[in-house]
């Protein structure tokens, strides 16, 4: 299994970036997938989750108005786009999936499969 996340980069402070991440290697019918992230020296942060329909979305509340989860069951991908970026949004961003959307929520110790992630960079 591999998943593939691309899109980041150097953006200044209220810009937009748009995150993909395309995942392959097996069957992902029923999968949830989602973002984690994590700045220099701190902890790894739920960002957001997106069901498998796609009807049912999480962010963090740190996001949240900012960022918009979507995804292309077609295509096996997952998108990010991050919109009126700030300084602390700067990290390395990872995708992941799950069956379980819970586990992608609160128990990301138990999450199935990670990406090995992008960075974004925001300058002030």
């Known amino acids: 299994v591999q998943l593939q996340a691309s899109g980041g980069g150097l953006v200044q402070a209220g810009g937009s970036l748009r995150l993909s991440c395309a995942a392959s290697?097996?069957?992902?019918?029923?999968?949830?997938m989602g973002w984690f992230r994590q700045a220099p020296g701190k902890e790894r942060e739920f960002v957001a989750v997106?069901?498998?329909?796609?009807?049912?979305?999480s962010y963090a509340d740190s996001v949240k108005g900012r960022f918009i989860i979507s995804r292309d069951n077609a295509k096996n991908t997952v998108y990010l786009q991050m919109n009126s970026l700030k300084p602390e949004d700067t990290a390395v961003y990872y995708c992941?999936?799950?069956?379980?959307?819970?586990?992608?929520?609160?128990?990301?110790?138990?999450?199935?499969?990670w990406g090995k992630g992008t960075l974004v960079t925001v300058s002030s």
């Open positions: 992941v999936v799950d069956p379980i959307y819970r586990t992608i929520v609160s128990s990301p110790g138990g999450i199935d499969y």
């Open positions: 290697g097996r069957s992902f019918t029923g999968y949830h």
């Open positions: 997106i069901s498998w329909s796609g009807s049912g979305t």
